[in-house]
């Protein structure tokens, strides 16, 4: 049994494309989501799987142990999720964004359980019970060697790699995400903009650049350079999660990624004057909008 904690963008789709390719799964949310994916199941727009409804089981506690938990919420709503998790899982996989929730899931479950991985995915939950997948292909990083959960994982549709240190599958993803998510969330723009505005991209070089030597210092090993050709072959329409979050007025992954790299970054004695500066106006925008909603 495989559980998802979190059916959210990320977590209904990885729920149902595990339960279409006939795996048993359990996604553990919220009594609103739960009830929703009990009556109607998930509803997936998918470039990569098609359309599709999956029927995975809900429920709003986990008590029964299960071989696998990923964990696919969003940072800021982590710890009220774990709560609703009271069995002991055989193995964790954590999906979310940044860095520093690896500590807390180490802490709540031990060491040895704990997984890092990584999910590379333009996905997104318009309503409950529904998602829609738009990238051309869902990606999955799992730190060291996973044979088992990795032919679980290709089996239904994901493109799953293996074999890369934990330093180096959830820096490789911050890098990207932090230059994506904080120009494209600071400017209110899509990528394509961001490359094509000389002040923009000199932003998105400066935090490449900047994230990637905080990174290097903690074991990452990682080439500016494959991180920007990553960024300059992205669909020039692309945007994040984070700027579809301030424009819905959600909470925001702000303090996850950019404030998880500053404070690395202090750690090591590195100044991130451009993650920083990003971080800051970013700020000012949520602020200037007001109080923003937390999902659970």
Wanted: aromatic content about 4%; proline content about 5%.
């Amino acid at each position: 049994m495989i559980a998802v904690l979190g059916p959210g963008a990320v977590g209904g789709f990885a729920a149902a494309a595990l339960a279409r390719a006939g795996e048993d799964v359990l996604v553990v949310a919220r009594e609103p989501t739960t009830e929703r994916i009990a009556a109607d199941g998930i509803a997936v727009t998918s470039v990569v799987l098609g359309e599709f409804i999956a029927r995975p089981l809900a429920t709003a506690r986990l008590f029964e142990p299960v071989d696998v938990l990923l964990v696919t919420t969003k940072a800021t709503t982590l710890e009220a999720a774990l709560a609703r998790i009271e069995a002991e899982p055989g193995c964790v996989v954590p999906l979310l964004n940044g860095i520093e929730h690896m500590a807390r899931l180490r802490e709540r479950f031990g060491r040895e359980r704990v997984h890092a991985g990584v999910i590379r995915i333009d996905s997104d939950r318009p309503e409950l019970g529904r998602v829609v997948q738009r990238s051309p292909s869902a990606r999955i990083d799992l730190a060291g060697e996973a044979p088992e959960l990795g032919r679980t994982l290709r089996g239904a549709g994901f493109d799953v790699r293996t074999g890369e240190s934990e330093a180096r599958v959830l820096w490789s993803k911050l890098a990207r995400l932090n230059a994506l998510a904080g120009t494209t969330s600071a400017a209110d723009a899509t990528i394509g903009y961001i490359r094509s505005d000389p002040r923009w991209r000199s932003a998105l070089e400066g935090c490449v650049r900047e994230t990637i030597a905080v990174a290097n210092v903690e074991g990452a090993g990682l080439d500016p350079s494959a991180t920007m050709e990553e960024l300059d072959h992205a669909h020039p329409d692309l945007g994040s999660s984070m700027r579809r979050d301030i424009a819905a007025g959600r909470e925001p992954e702000l303090d996850a990624i950019a404030g998880a790299v500053i404070r690395a970054g202090e750690r090591h004695g590195i100044r991130c004057p451009t993650v920083t500066w990003l971080r800051d106006r970013i700020a000012a925008r949520i602020a200037a909008a007001g109080t923003l909603r937390t999902e659970g």
